[in-house]
């Protein structure tokens, strides 16, 4: 019952409070933090590569720890192979040659035996615990595996 009337009662306190002012911008982040962001360095978008592997190299600029470390702002990465992006408050899943966990605060990763195919490769940081840092820290390239040698 109590819930109910706190529910309605608070957002008529927030109107009341804000409606003095015509302009009022005093609830705008004036200064955001910098977002942070991660960069894969390679395979270049749009690039080929020849043969069955996918080199992986990362740069972002959150400080990478390994998987457990819960310090505050940093996480470890995490790649996306032609897999769609998970939810952004649940933890990374695990899926073999698909959906990686970089838990050894690694910035490179090789999958192996990759068929040749269109691919679109997603970096994502992720917390100790593996949830995506928010706001999401991520980058996507697209790329092209052809058989070679
Ligand atoms: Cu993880």
Do not use: R
């Amino acid at each position: 019952m109590n819930k109910t009337i706190i529910a309605v009662v608070l957002p008529l306190a927030i109107v009341a409070c804000g409606g003095g002012s015509d302009a009022d911008t005093s609830d705008m982040p004036m200064d955001e933090p910098a977002g942070n962001s991660v960069t894969i360095v390679t395979p270049m978008n749009g690039g080929q590569i020849s043969g069955n592997q996918i080199n992986v190299n990362l740069s972002s600029t959150v400080t990478i720890l390994p998987a457990g470390d819960l310090t505050e702002g940093t996480g470890h990465h995490h790649l996306y192979l032609n897999a769609d992006l998970t939810a952004a408050d649940a933890p990374v899943p695990t899926v073999p040659g698909s959906i990686v966990h970089m838990g050894d605060a690694s910035s490179s990763y090789t999958f192996e035996d990759v068929e040749p195919g269109e691919y679109t490769l997603i970096a994502v940081v992720a917390d100790g615990i593996h949830v995506p840092l928010q706001p999401w820290v991520v980058d996507t390239v697209m790329l092209t595996v052809v058989s070679g040698n």
